[in-house]
């Protein structure tokens, strides 16, 4: 025969342990949690300052921004612009990715087969954008330039959402 008193204390004992184990939290896009509340305002933006780039003298990255793309997209499939500035150019090298949802990231191919990136969510509203293992290309006026995934010192870049009308 089942002792009541007894059932009720493990019971009680149960809901208690079960209250103190941390809970999994269910994990957010990146898109969710940094893009989609700001509508297609998004915008996410580093400049080096000359401190940051003596000190990194193999870094080619002067600016770097992130935005979503006025071209098209929706809050499963963003498409996003990516802007960066190198070394020694006066201008700007643009282009076009693609994303999709993977995890708590967003998996982004760049157009062209131009290489890939991802985007995680960090602390602070920031994102962090992480080059591919098949590299990131931009076309410029005249030019391109390739990011490697796998040497130098622009794989990635932590990068600080900024209000909209700093960046449209």
């Given amino acids: 025969m089942c002792n009541p008193g007894a059932a009720m204390r493990f019971l009680t004992s149960v809901v208690f342990l079960a209250a103190a184990v941390p809970t999994l939290a269910v994990a957010r896009n990146v898109y969710d949690s940094h893009f989609a509340g700001a509508g297609n305002h998004a915008c996410f933006v580093r400049s080096y300052d000359t401190d940051h780039l003596a000190k990194h003298p193999q870094q080619q990255v002067t600016q ?10 929706d809050g499963a499939e963003p498409m996003l612009d990516v802007f960066v500035a190198f070394r020694g150019t006066g201008f700007e090298y643009h282009g076009l990715a693609d994303c999709h949802r993977s995890g708590d990231t ?4 760049m157009e062209g087969d131009a290489g890939s990136f991802t985007l995680t969510g960090q602390k602070n509203h920031k994102i962090l954008l992480t080059v591919g293992r ?26 600080p959402s900024l ?6």
């Fill in 106 to 109: 967003l998996a982004c191919q």
């Fill in 64 to 73: 770097i921004g992130v935005m979503i793309s006025p071209l098209g997209g």
């Fill in 163 to 168: 209000p909209a009308d700093l960046c449209y």
């Fill in 134 to 159: 098949d590299d990131l290309s931009f076309e410029g006026e005249t030019d391109f330039r390739t990011l490697s995934g796998s040497s130098g010192d622009d794989r990635s870049f932590l990068l």
